[in-house]
Nanobody, 115 residues
Framework: QVQLVESGGGLVQPGGSLTLSCVAS????????VAWYRQAPDKQRELVAR???????DYPDCVKGRFRISRDNAKKMVTLQMNSLKLEDTAVYYC?????????WGQGTQVTVSS
């Protein structure tokens, strides 16, 4: 059974930084598009960063220039570096890996930005 395990969430002040990590147990991690999504209370889940297999990173405008996604295929790991955090970045962050019909999610990690 495929598992994605996230870590690195927590409480941070506005303007601070956090790094989220996700380790996957998929067989051929390099074939998967990996991404981070988030979901704030009473809001829909939204994409915050995505990196296809061998492709370019993709970010929505709300995090562009502040967040950076990276992947290490040998370690089957995807990382989200978050800088200049804002109150509105508060959410549960989910790791996702996708390859065609194969779509996997982590359990989520809470990020809270508060003074």
């Amino acid at each position: 059974q495929v598992q994605l395990v996230e870590s690195g969430g927590g409480l941070v002040q506005p303007g601070g930084s956090l790094t989220l990590s996700c380790v996957a147990s998929v067989t051929i991690f390099g074939n998967y598009t990996v991404a981070w999504y988030r979901q704030a209370p009473d809001k829909q889940r939204e994409l915050v960063a995505r990196i296809p297999a061998g492709g370019m990173e993709d970010y929505p405008d709300c995090v562009k220039g502040r967040f950076r996604i990276s992947r290490d295929n040998a370690k089957k790991m995807v990382t989200l570096q978050m800088n200049s955090l804002k109150l509105e970045d508060t959410a549960v962050y989910y790791c996702n890996s996708n390859s065609g019909p194969y779509d996997y999610w982590g359990q989520g990690t809470q990020v809270t930005v508060s003074s």
